[in-house]
């Protein structure tokens, strides 16, 4: 009786398995076939692989595509297409790879241009470097990170006086769509005093990858980066592996203990990267359509940001949090706020106004300011807020001239500081402002000085 290919394989291992102690070994990889193709989703069996491990799906005509097995059922393999895939058939081979490739990594990657497997797409040929990484990440004991003692300055008014970033910190930048996200995280690339800056763009539009390396970061930028960039017509598991690219080169940079910005655009299109991989191997979807595993996978991205060990260096990292529709309620938006540092909020209704970066400092915080920063410094930011806080509170009456001057020295103070207020915000896209001059705006700015925000 002629044995079906599945029991032929079992049997197979059986008798590796059962070899003499001594005897000589070798490993043994059993190939598949395919069996079935539902969306994104392939399914193979008689494949011995783990999960998460590359394969190589195999054609007759040996054209081959590469996919990542994301899922299994009893003797069912799921898996899902790195790449764009076509010309898949029925029976075709699927062959596990023994080893995740390595990408090269020195000091020959600043200035290029990834896609989300490491391999160069900005046309300058292959990245020449001695080392090579591979994207398994190594975890950092939490008690062995170095706490967060001083400032980063990102070149930013507002956000050097106000909130204050701290090196190995981790903010979100939470933004609709259209109120200069990108025009802020290139500023800060511009401008920053990182050693390394790390630039992943997920999920974005095709269009705005070359838009952002050619305006947004410029030639000066662009000379101390590395871009790794996955648009949106990507398949899911390359948007993921572009993320993870990203935290893993700057891990990379911050063992041979460089300062890092690491600044990814964006964590939702991550997020909703993973949704679709758990949902097409029939995960249930629990909150708003997100299933489980999706608030499981966005702290283990997070936290590999933050400072190494003592002595190595460290990844100040900002997420960019899509809020549709301005609500900042939404599930991923919530999660993230919870398990990050600090959020940087950019309105649409500064931005309608012409306030440029459109930062909310009212609705905005950094969690690690009051440890980084002097004093009075603190004071002054609070003073701020303050001010800000009263003429808000007081705008609809101001506005229809039913305030009456006098009736209130702090809303008269408000007033008098409100237009200061608003021009210590805003900031030219080619204008730099260290974290120094920053303190001296807002020490000038509380003390009446109208020229201090010029």
């Known amino acids: 009786m002629q044995l079906s290919q599945h029991n032929l394989l079992n049997r197979l291992r059986q008798r590796a398995n059962l070899a003499a102690p001594g005897a000589f070994q070798y490993q043994y990889l059993a190939e598949g076939r395919l069996t079935r ?21 195999i054609n007759k005509s040996g054209h081959s595509v590469e996919a990542e097995v994301v899922g299994f059922n009893g003797s069912k393999v799921y898996l899902m297409p790195i790449t764009h895939f076509s010309g898949v058939e029925p029976g075709a081979r699927v062959k596990p790879q023994n080893e995740s490739a390595a990408i090269p990594i020195g000091e020959q990657l600043l200035g290029r241009v990834l896609n989300g497997i490491g391999q160069p797409i900005d046309g300058l040929g292959p990245v020449k470097a001695k ?7 190594e975890m950092i004991n939490p008690l062995a990170r170095a706490p967060i003692a001083n400032p980063m300055d990102v070149g930013i008014r507002a956000i050097n006086a106000l909130l204050t970033v701290g090196q190995g910190q981790r903010l ?3 933004a609709g769509s259209g109120v200069g996200k990108s025009v802020l995280l290139g500023m800060m690339t511009r401008f920053t005093k990182a050693d390394i800056v790390v630039v992943g763009l997920i999920g974005e539009r095709g269009r705005e990858v070359k838009e952002f390396i050619d305006h947004s970061l410029g030639a000066e930028g662009l000379a ?52 679709e991989v758990s949902l097409a191997i029939g995960e249930p979807p ?30 100040t990292a900002f997420y960019t949090v899509l809020t549709e529709g301005d609500d900042l309620q939404d ?6 706020r919870a398990i990050l540092d600090g959020h940087i909020v950019l309105s649409r209704r500064l931005a ?10 009212e609705a905005s915080i950094s969690r690690a300011m009051p440890n980084i920063v002097a004093p009075e410094q603190l004071q002054q930011m609070q003073a701020f807020k303050r001010l800000l806080a009263t003429y808000q509170q007081n705008k609809d009456l101001i506005s229809i001239g039913a305030y009456r001057q006098g009736s209130n020295p702090e809303v008269d103070l408000a007033i008098e500081r409100f237009p200061m207020l608003r021009q210590f915000v805003c900031q030219g896209m080619a204008e730099a402002i260290d974290f120094s001059t920053a303190q001296l705006h807002l020490g000038a700015l509380l003390q009446g000085n109208n020229g201090a925000a010029s």
């Not at 539902?38 to 799906?57: F, H, N, P, R």
């Not at 398949?235 to 990814?264: F, H, T, W």
């Not at 309608?352 to 400092?361: F, H, K, L, S």
């Open 224 to 275: 101390r980066a590395v871009v790794v960039a996955s648009p949106a017509d990507d398949a899911p598991l390359m948007r993921l592996r572009a993320s993870e690219l990203c935290c893993r080169i700057a891990e990379y940079y911050r063992d041979q203990g460089k300062n890092v910005l690491l600044l990814m655009d964006s964590l939702t299109r991550y997020a909703q990267a993973q949704r």
């Open 37 to 57: 193709l539902v969306g994104m989703t392939l399914e193979a069996e008689g494949l011995q692989a783990s999960l998460g491990q590359t394969c190589q799906i």
């Open 352 to 361: 309608e106004e012409g306030v440029y970066p459109a930062i909310d400092v």
């Open 286 to 315: 629990a909150t708003k359509g997100y299933p489980p595993s999706v608030f499981a996978k966005l702290p283990q991205l997070v936290e590999r940001a933050g400072n190494g060990p003592e002595g190595s260096g460290s990844i």
């Open 172 to 174: 979100g930048l939470f």
């Open 331 to 336: 599930p991923v938006a919530d999660s993230a």
């Open 131 to 137: 080392d090579s990484l591979r994207l398994i990440p």
